[in-house]
């Protein structure tokens, strides 16, 4: 069990909304940053600022430790091979599509397949859906088990020799599956295709190890593992980088440039043009560092006894439907749901009345919602601060609204 103190590193949680004392549970959208995060991106500006890489003075030399730093820090967190193949990025949609953009642009021809699954994000959707229309290829949908999770049956059908790429989540935004993705990463593998995860809501929640896993490419985003905005992170293998073209030009990422033709920096600076986010990813190595020390095992431990709790305490309400599946060990720490009677977002004002923070809508998966048969949903995810006290608010501000909106309905 994580320990209690862990909420005092955050001082966004020690506020009251709505006259109510704040209860955070939309964890899945972005993280609260901890204390340890804030004062590094501080220190950066208030002691460090300069630009990276370019100059020989001494606040360059400062900013640009701190940053290849942070390089070295994301490196060791998911186990890649060489900081050559970690690459900054604005976060897991611009990753995921400069892989798109050129990886799959070069890779990818007509006739070609292109394997997700429903329970894809729109950003590892449609940057595939475009590579498809781009270049004539067949994009091929992997069905799900009534529950919200993938048989391997059902993923051995989809991916065939056609198979060039197969870009799938770790853990589902919306229905919280684990994916089994180094077993698909085998399947790829065997047929020639290269694996492409969407980590941004496996990575902060569970141990990441690139290398086990035998992925080619991995993207996450620092604001959802308790670091900045605004800074990301694409993993690819070398072999794959060196050969990719870059899609962003300009300063930093050349080696050199002639009036008419240019060539490009090493990895990882040819995919990083213009002045990166530094102090993002300055702040995101400090994030790191606070996951660490708290360790992802007892993270996943924290997070599935929260959701085991909060499937117990809200299966109690009459009316409620709760998606994907029952098991916790087979999910990552949300739970989406529908109360019979009222709209998500009526339910997410009213529990916000009450000082609840959840997200409601269609979370950026129409096709999941279609799959679901259902307009949108509501939300709550839960981290490393969250109790059981806050999943008893949760229930508590469920019942009192079903109440509310029964005799408004009357």
């Not at 394997?115 to 595939?128: D, G, Q, R």
Request: negative net charge; proline residues 4%.
């Amino acid at each position: 069990m994580i320990n209690e103190d862990i909420r005092s590193y955050f001082p966004v949680l020690n506020q009251e909304v709505n006259g109510q004392p704040l209860v955070y549970l939309d964890s899945a959208a972005t993280t609260q940053k901890p204390i340890q995060v804030l004062e590094a991106v501080k220190r950066y500006y208030e002691y460090e600022n300069s630009n990276v890489h370019r100059g020989v003075h001494t606040l360059g030399n400062r900013a640009t430790d701190s940053y290849e730093g942070a390089r070295e820090k994301v490196r060791k967190f998911i186990n890649a091979k060489s900081t050559e193949e970690i690459i900054f990025t604005r976060g897991t949609t611009e990753s995921l599509n400069m892989i798109a953009a050129s990886y799959g642009r070069e890779n990818v021809g007509e006739g070609d397949e292109i394997v997700i699954t429903y329970m894809e994000h729109h950003s590892n959707l449609i940057p595939w859906q475009q590579l498809a229309k781009e270049k004539n290829a067949t994009l091929k949908y992997v069905e799900l088990n009534p529950d919200g999770t993938l048989s391997m049956d059902t993923v051995k059908e989809a991916i065939t020799d056609r198979t060039k790429i197969v870009a799938m989540s770790s853990a589902s935004n919306v229905l919280g599956t684990i994916n089994p993705i180094k077993e698909i990463t085998a399947v790829a593998h065997s047929h020639g295709a290269v694996m492409v995860v969407d980590g941004a809501q496996g990575v902060p929640h569970f141990k990441t190890d690139v290398q086990d896993l035998d992925c080619d490419f991995l993207a996450f985003s620092g604001h959802k593992m308790c670091g900045p905005t605004g800074i990301g992170v694409l993993y690819g293998k070398k072999e794959h980088l060196e050969n990719m073209t870059p899609i962003s030009f300009g300063g930093e990422m050349i080696s050199t440039v002639d009036l008419y033709e240019s060539t490009w920096a090493d990895l990882p600076w040819k995919f990083e043009g213009g002045t990166p986010n530094i102090a993002g990813a300055i702040g995101l190595g400090a994030a790191i560092d606070f996951l660490e020390e708290i360790g992802m095992d007892r993270i996943v431990e924290h997070e599935r006894r929260l959701t085991q709790y909060a499937f117990e305490q809200m299966a109690k309400i009459e009316g409620i439907s709760i998606y994907g599946p029952t098991d916790p060990a087979k999910r990552s720490g949300l739970i989406t749901f529908n109360l019979e009677g009222v709209h998500p977002h009526d339910l997410a004002t009213a529990l916000d009345m009450e000082g609840i923070a959840v997200r409601a809508g269609h979370h950026c998966a129409q096709p999941l919602m279609r799959w679901l048969s259902c307009a949108a949903t509501a939300r709550a995810s839960f981290y490393i601060y969250n109790n059981e006290e806050d999943i008893d608010r949760l229930v508590e501000g469920l019942r009192n609204a079903k109440e509310y909106f029964a005799d408004v309905n009357e």
